[in-house]
């Protein structure tokens, strides 16, 4: 059975960092989409993906502060959240998909983790 499962969220304060992780098992995913995203106002927001060959994108409110990157070894994907922000507080998940093509929408990925909260206050 496959399983995806966060961890890293937590308290910080504005202009802080977290790395968020998010472990698979049950197979691995390395020539597969994996991305975030974030939960907020009611709505599941792209974040940031990764794909096969290796190619990263961003939504355009993270990009330069966060970074998408993973780990074959430990079958583990990372996003590196610099420079926080109050806006950036909302509950994240990790999302993988079979296939490299990195999509946008949540509906294209097939796993899902049950989610990590980040809150960011000043």
């Known amino acids: 059975q496959v399983a995806l499962v966060e961890s890293g969220g937590g308290l910080v304060r504005t202009g802080g960092s977290l790395r968020l992780s998010c472990a698979a098992s049950g197979r691995t995913f390395n020539s597969d989409a994996m991305a975030w995203f974030r939960q907020r106002h009611g709505m599941r927001e792209f974040v940031a993906a990764i794909g096969s060959p290796v190619i990263t994108d961003y939504d355009r409110s993270v990009k330069g502060r966060f970074t998408i990157s993973r780990d074959i070894a430990r079958n583990t994907l990372y996003l590196q959240m610099n420079n926080l922000k109050e806006e950036d507080t909302a509950v994240y998940y990790c999302?993988?998909?079979?296939?490299?093509?990195?999509?946008?929408?949540?509906?294209?990925?097939?796993?899902w983790g049950q989610g990590t909260q980040v809150t960011v206050s000043s």
């Open positions: 999302a993988a998909r079979t296939g490299g093509t990195i999509w946008y929408t949540p509906s294209k990925y097939d796993y």
